[in-house]
């Protein structure tokens, strides 16, 4: 009488596949949330430490609510950076609109540049993110906080970007925020009597590095309308590296900010919703 066949071989192997299979989830899910505590996240000064692409004109000021690095040869900032926390958006003062040049910034644009030339004085670090404090608002007038954007970017997907960070920050307990105009493109115009160069498209990127799991995304927009909004011009941040030649949260753990910077998930960022006050 023949033996029958053993089974035994089949169900290994069946259990090898199936732990397998756990360990490469298991994996995937950890990779996509990282956590920083508190107490190992870097400083802000050096998140918020940019490398500069190379071959641009910079000049790095301090203000009090942010820093630019501005470029003279083009009248505009090569980036604008800021970290916003919940204490700082719970501001009240009221905005100023008193824009004006940077008298200690050789090179700095003039409100009359923009007169006259339908494009509005776009706001880096927006003056909504510095009511909390009297001269972090009234710097955040100073021209060179500005570049030229058309008025369809300024007030529309530019704008509400701006109100979703603050949204952000009162949830993660802080967000740290990157944005300029993209380099090396070639410039849409020349305005005023400085020549300040209209930029063709704009970045932004932004790290929540308190949220759980931590998070980070970019954005790139076109100097103009963008069909689609925020969500059509979200992108991960190597993205916007590899495009403007920057190099963005360069303090983080090379792992962590591999993982952060590699992400694009503008629906786990649109989940998110503020604190109830």
């Known amino acids: 009488m023949a ?8 169900y290994v192997l069946l259990l090898a596949v199936v732990a397998l299979a756990v360990l490469y989830f298991s994996s995937r899910e950890s990779a996509q949330s990282v956590e920083l505590p508190e107490g190992n996240v870097p400083a802000a000064s050096s998140l918020l430490s940019v490398k500069t692409a190379p071959g641009l004109k ?13 470029n003279s040869k083009e009248h505009i900032p090569n980036w604008v950076a800021w970290e916003l926390t919940a204490d700082e958006v719970k501001g009240d003062l009221k905005r100023t609109d008193n824009f004006m040049a940077d008298p200690n910034v050789k090179g700095s644009a003039t409100p009359d540049d923009y007169r006259h030339s339908s494009w509005d004085r776009g706001h880096m670090a927006p ?5 909390w404090n009297k001269t ?44 300029g105009p993209v380099p ?17 498209r704009f970045f932004k ?24 909004g925020m969500q059509q011009c979200a992108v991960s941040i190597d993205s916007v590296e590899a495009l403007t030649g920057h190099d963005f949260f360069s303090a983080l753990p ?24």
């Open 3 to 10: 033996k029958k066949k053993q089974s035994q071989p089949i």
């Open 58 to 70: 910079t000049h790095l000021v301090h203000y009090r609510g942010f820093d630019v690095n501005f």
């Open 127 to 131: 003056a909504g993110d510095m009511k």
């Open 136 to 179: 972090a608002m009234e710097e955040s007038f100073y021209m060179t906080n500005m570049v030229p954007q058309d008025p369809d970017l300024n007030r529309g997907s530019w704008n509400k970007l701006e109100q979703k960070c603050r949204d952000w920050a009162a949830a993660d307990s802080a967000i740290y925020i990157v944005c």
């Open 184 to 200: 090396g493109d070639t410039p849409i115009a020349h305005i005023g009597l400085t020549g300040v160069t209209v930029p063709a």
């Open 205 to 228: 990127v932004i790290l929540s590095p308190y949220a759980k799991p931590a998070r980070g995304i970019g954005f790139i927009f076109n100097n103009g309308d963008n069909p689609g």
């Open 254 to 277: 090379d792992d962590i900010e591999a993982d952060l910077e590699s992400q694009c998930n503008f629906n786990q960022w649109s989940r998110v919703k503020p604190k109830s006050k």
